[in-house]
């Protein structure tokens, strides 16, 4: 049996047309989904990055495995923890990653036997490097029963798409660098500015135009989705496109202005938690199957494992789940003997933002410990039927069912921690949130602390002291 597990880092589901996006970003991931099943309502119930990938290689949430945060120091994934590559090799497989999550933390390299760490002389690692390190190793290892990881960053910050996939989302004729253009003057004032000046901004030029930066992500997208397409041609050209299971995810969504946030993925909104997942699975899957029902990304371990158990003609071990397990199969919902795998599902971030919050077919509610540098109120009530932007606050209207929502949260918080500590409130009293720090440093260089940013988050200001 041959498995490839795809993440798309920031990539967000309603940027695709098989998610109802109107431009043209996703043509063959489109396809994909024509081949196999797309689950409409897929959510990730941790983000960022390093608090996703460990939920989904260990199929339990973070709540459950400690790991809430990203960039933190505190954190620490026991080597005792049951980890999906591990068990993979264990059972027979052939593991391999293209990745450099191991940058983050050391255990995302556990488990494999071929680490390829694509990690450059760069910050930005586009998909050609990724299907340059793959197409080798899948060259090499095609007869195997494999398991493959591949991890590609587009269309994570910095967006830099080829100059030659812009045209098809910016007109031409517009100057993005228009000066009597200000919408980008929120972006360039707000708290989070001094990160993303160094780390996305400079790169892009003095933009003015906020509707130029949005076609460079879709430009960046519609780029992922050709090396999309190339690496599946490979498959192809190897003879096993056939054999080998697909499942493709997004870590995490993208705010692309919504909610006070520029160009980043924070925020417990549908725009960071609903993420894209299409699995394609050629005489075993049914073709062009949609998914309506509710399901989050810890449901793919306990649907691979019951793949390959059913798997005959596989040499594979047998595998056992992980007690205490958050996924259920996905493979039920696939066959419409139901409708997704959850009712409710709760969410959880910690980098820019503390917040924890709970997802139903309806509402979304949303409790902020820690707002970081954004004004957040305490309590967020949405109306996902009425107002699917989630722009109106329905906590104070709709007092007694926010009140049920943060009861049944606390419910869920204490049946899982079973009176350990809360790995969420030990990040913000020991080391605060981890981005704020980020921004400290970089304040610390003209002298600047956090609280006299705070009296006038100027990027004129900032610029004026860079200069000096």
């Given amino acids: 049996m041959k498995t490839i597990m795809i993440s798309l880092d920031s990539l967000r589901a309603k940027r695709l047309g098989c998610y109802g996006y109107a431009k043209l970003t996703s043509p063959y991931m489109d396809h994909l989904a024509s081949e196999g099943v797309l689950f409409e309502k897929a959510f990730a119930s941790d983000i960022p990055t390093e608090a996703v990938h460990t939920s989904i290689f260990t199929g339990k949430v973070g709540l459950r495995t400690g790991i809430v945060s990203h960039g933190s120091q505190l954190t620490n994934l026991p080597k005792s923890t049951e980890w999906l590559p591990t068990m993979l090799r264990k059972a027979g497989f052939t593991t391999g990653a293209v990745d450099n999550l191991y940058q983050l933390k050391e255990w995302f390299a556990r488990g494999f036997r071929y680490y390829i760490n694509s990690v450059g002389n760069t910050r930005w690692i586009d998909g050609e490097t990724i299907n340059e390190l793959a197409k080798p190793w899948l060259r090499e290892h095609k007869d195997e029963d494999f398991f493959l990881f591949l991890h590609y960053w587009d269309p994570h910050t910095p967006y830099l798409p080829p100059k030659e996939y812009v045209d098809e989302f910016y007109d031409p004729s517009k100057d993005p660098f228009d000066k009597q253009n200000d919408s980008m003057k929120p972006a360039y004032n707000h708290l989070a500015y001094p990160f993303f000046k160094h780390?996305?901004?400079?790169?892009?030029?003095?933009?003015?135009?906020?509707?130029?930066?949005?076609?460079?992500?879709?430009?960046?997208?519609?780029?992922?989705?050709?090396?999309?397409?190339?690496?599946?041609?490979?498959?192809?050209?190897?003879?096993?496109?056939?054999?080998?299971?697909l499942i493709i995810f997004g870590d995490h969504g993208e705010s692309l202005t919504e909610h006070d946030i520029y160009w980043d993925h924070c925020g417990l909104y549908d725009t960071t938690v609903q993420v894209p997942l299409i699995m394609r699975w050629p005489k075993h899957i049914p073709q062009g199957k949609r998914v309506k029902g509710l399901v989050q990304q810890v449901d793919l371990m306990p649907t691979l494992f019951e793949a390959i158990n059913k798997e005959k003609e596989s040499d594979i071990d047998p595998l056992t789940l992980p007690e205490n397990i958050d996924g259920k199969s996905l493979w039920p919902a696939i066959f419409g003997e139901e409708e997704g795998t959850k009712s409710k599902i709760y969410l959880s971030e910690c980098a820019w933002q503390a917040a924890r919050g709970v997802r139903t077919e309806r509402y979304k509610f949303i409790r902020t410990m820690d707002s970081g540098p954004f004004t957040r109120p305490p309590r967020e009530l949405y109306d996902l039927y009425t107002d699917p932007e989630e722009t109106v606050n329905l906590t104070h209207s709709h007092r007694q069912m926010a009140d049920q929502f943060e009861h049944e949260l606390d419910t869920w918080i204490e049946g899982i921690l079973q009176g350990r500590e809360d790995p969420m409130e030990k990040q913000i009293t020991q080391e605060g949130l981890p981005f704020r720090r980020r921004i400290e440093n970089i304040l610390s260089e003209v002298g600047l602390s956090w609280e006299e940013w705070l009296k006038d988050p100027s990027h004129e200001r900032l610029e004026s002291l860079l200069k000096k």
């Fill in 199 to 245: 780390h996305h901004f400079d790169l892009l030029g003095p933009v003015t135009d906020a509707e130029y930066v949005n076609a460079l992500y879709d430009a960046e997208v519609r780029y992922l989705d050709d090396k999309l397409k190339e690496l599946d041609d490979y498959l192809e050209e190897l003879g096993i496109k056939e054999d080998t299971m």
